[in-house]
């Protein structure tokens, strides 16, 4: 099957270029001494999630009950639900975690939700082993690493039914950097945050063997993760255009895009129309905090390596995509469009703002290869995905 054979929108998912960024990953964790659990929130593939651990089924992180469900069902045993959990979840969590003894651990940053798992972890005659949320800066969730509300956490999760299994922490406002440095300095934040939660436990006698933070930017740009004991990056598999932004990789690295099909010109409107919209896409904008005109992504012939230059998804709707030059300069005309070099039924593959995103109304991924060579043009292998919650 080759690209030509594929119904439009589909993801598409280049091996050569995913392997590439799972080994770099690989080799960060080691160089900073921490074990690395991939956050599977981006490709909920269970293939991939081995290709991140170099063909092993390593520790990993989710985002839903149906990805620990999903992964757990396929031999995952070592897993984070790194979502603070509603207590009418653990009923749930429970049989997980008794699919063959898989250890599915769940956060919280609510004295009232400990103390609901530790009484639930009992009626059902299960230990829950937890991690207290730490806010690094993010505002999102989590305590702060002062808060007094701390150790009665720790000590709410210290009764029978629950077990205190450490603290994380996440700093997603460094995808609003402006520099390396600037990442660096918050990658400094997320690390002392964390490992200042667990020096106050670990001196109110609680164990604290668990030291988790990530995220794609501050795992690549980290100068030292001193007292970390994982770090948990999850958008780094594929990368997107938010990351060529924030300099955590580069064009080049990004390894999924939706193919779609031109169908129709609109001249007068200097605008190609496709069929990949706001669903195929997602309503994403966050890269044009950093490349402004970026719009909802940018395009690709369907086996080359990069964007055409001067285009953009400008607009969508749900199931349409506008696709026409980038903005020019004020004062200045815009560029006219080649129609004649799109014609209806020819191809084009949209790198996506955010792949997190954008995956997330697709089953599954056609799979290309060494794209970078010119290849990418035959469809390989096809992997599932789960979505849903």
């Not at 293939?47 to 170099?54: L, Q």
């Not at 990993?60 to 070592?78: K, M, N, Q, W």
């Not at 975690?97 to 769940?106: S, W």
């Not at 990351?243 to 690295?253: K, L, N, P």
Request: proline share 6%; charged share 20%; net charge neutral.
């Amino acid at each position: 099957m080759n690209l030509a054979d594929l119904p439009t929108p589909v993801l598409l998912l280049d091996r050569t270029r995913l392997e590439r960024n799972c080994l770099r990953m690989r080799g960060r964790a080691k160089t900073l001494g921490v074990q690395l659990r991939p956050h599977l929130k981006t490709a909920k593939s269970a293939t991939i999630a081995e290709i991140a651990h170099g063909g092993a089924k390593g520790p990993i992180t989710v985002s839903t009950l149906a990805e620990a469900d999903y992964f757990a069902a396929r031999g995952f045993r070592d897993i984070l639900y790194a979502v603070p959990v509603a207590p009418q979840k653990l009923a749930q969590v429970a049989a997980i975690m008794r699919r063959d003894g898989c250890d599915l651990k769940i956060i919280t940053d609510n004295l009232d939700v400990a103390l609901a798992i530790a009484e639930k972890g009992a009626a059902l005659g299960v230990t829950f082993r937890v991690l207290i949320k730490i806010d690094c800066g993010l505002g999102r969730a989590g305590i702060t690493p002062d808060s007094e509300a701390l150790l009665p956490i720790a000590a709410a999760l210290s009764k029978p039914g629950a077990e205190l299994a450490g603290v994380l922490t996440h700093a997603g406002h460094s995808y609003h950097a402006r520099t390396i440095a600037e990442i660096r300095h918050i990658a400094e934040d997320e690390r002392a945050a964390v490992v200042k939660a667990a020096q106050r436990l670990r001196e109110a006698g609680h164990p604290c063997p668990i030291v988790s933070l990530g995220s794609t930017p501050t795992a690549v740009h980290a100068d030292s993760l001193a007292g970390v004991t994982e770090m948990r990056p999850g958008n780094y598999v594929f990368f997107d255009l938010f990351q060529v932004g924030v300099q955590s990789c580069r064009m080049e690295d990004i390894a999924v895009s939706v193919l779609a099909t031109v169908v129709s010109h609109h001249r007068g409107r200097n605008h190609l129309l496709i069929d990949a919209g706001g669903l195929a896409l997602s309503k994403d904008t966050g890269a044009n905090e950093h490349a402004p005109g970026t719009g909802y992504g940018l395009v690709c012939r369907p086996g080359a390596p990069l964007p055409l230059p001067g285009l953009a998804i400008h607009d969508v709707h749900q199931e349409h995509g506008l696709v026409g030059p980038l903005p020019a300069p004020e004062g200045s005309p815009a560029a006219a469009l080649d129609f004649a070099a799109f014609p209806p039924g020819s191809r084009l593959r949209a790198l996506p703002n955010h792949s997190c995103m954008t995956g997330a109304m697709y089953d599954r991924y056609y799979v290309t290869e060494n794209l970078d060579q010119g290849g990418g043009l035959a469809v390989v292998a096809e992997w599932d995905r789960v979505n849903g919650w």
